[in-house]
């Protein structure tokens, strides 16, 4: 396939799945982020912490499978929407942003919560000696210290959402022109034996991640000029 003939379908869906992914994988990830380090127990926080990183180490495969069973037509969550809603989230472009979601949200998780453990405590007994609010603590002193290292957990998340296969072949499919990301597209290509194509989307999602770990440098050094 030559390059002007390439379907660039595969290209903006996983731009669209990774962009909506990564909003909710960047607010969801900061505030776990914040409740788990603001635990005292140990034993909470490492239970809590396990849960929450389960998807980073479990095959993407099997964390597409519990999506599934949940989401599913026949899971509780599904069936839900289906009934009372006529939402269906399987198999749907909606169905790739959870998959990218559930995989990419322990980086930002863990990103964000090594970047808040990291934050001066004395800036922050600095504001309680000041009277502000434990919300405006966080918003005006907390995350702004930590910024670098959260901004280069989204990066990092929104490249692990952008690459994301294993979970979305499951829960969303390989739908042409619908659900099919650039991995999957790289997949197909393969399958089909159409290798310059494959080749094309294969250079496509190499100058992404090139771009991933520029961004991902420059936070780095960001965070080191504090």
Do not use: H
């Not at 005292?40 to 990183?53: E, H, N, P, Y």
């Not at 957990?153 to 959402?161: E, I």
């Amino acid at each position: 396939m030559k390059p002007f003939e390439m379907d660039f379908s595969p290209i903006l869906i996983s731009l669209k799945t990774a962009s909506a992914a990564i909003v909710a994988t960047f607010f969801l990830g900061v505030f776990a982020a914040r409740r788990v380090a603001a635990l005292k127990s140990r034993q909470a926080k490492m239970v809590l912490d396990g849960i929450l990183t389960l998807p980073l180490v479990l095959p993407p495969t099997v964390a597409g499978f519990f999506l599934l069973a949940v989401f599913g037509v026949k899971g509780p969550v599904g069936k839900f929407l289906v009934d009372f809603f006529s939402v269906k989230i399987a198999f749907s472009w909606e169905a790739t942003v959870l998959a990218a979601a559930a995989i990419s949200f322990p980086l930002m998780y863990r990103s964000a919560r090594g970047a808040l453990e990291q934050v001066d405590p004395n800036l922050v007994y600095a504001a309680k000696t000041l009277g502000m609010p434990e919300w405006k603590i966080f918003w005006k002193v907390s995350l702004p210290s930590a910024l670098p290292g959260v901004a280069a957990g989204g990066v990092l998340a929104f490249a692990r959402g952008l690459g994301e296969f294993g979970a979305t072949s499951m829960i969303a499919g390989n739908i042409a022109g619908k659900t099919r990301t650039l991995p999957l597209a790289i997949y197909s290509e393969v399958a089909a034996g159409n290798m310059e194509a494959a080749y094309d989307y294969v250079i496509v999602i190499v100058l992404f991640s090139f771009i991933v770990v520029a961004a991902m440098n420059y936070f780095t050094v960001l965070e080191k000029r504090k």
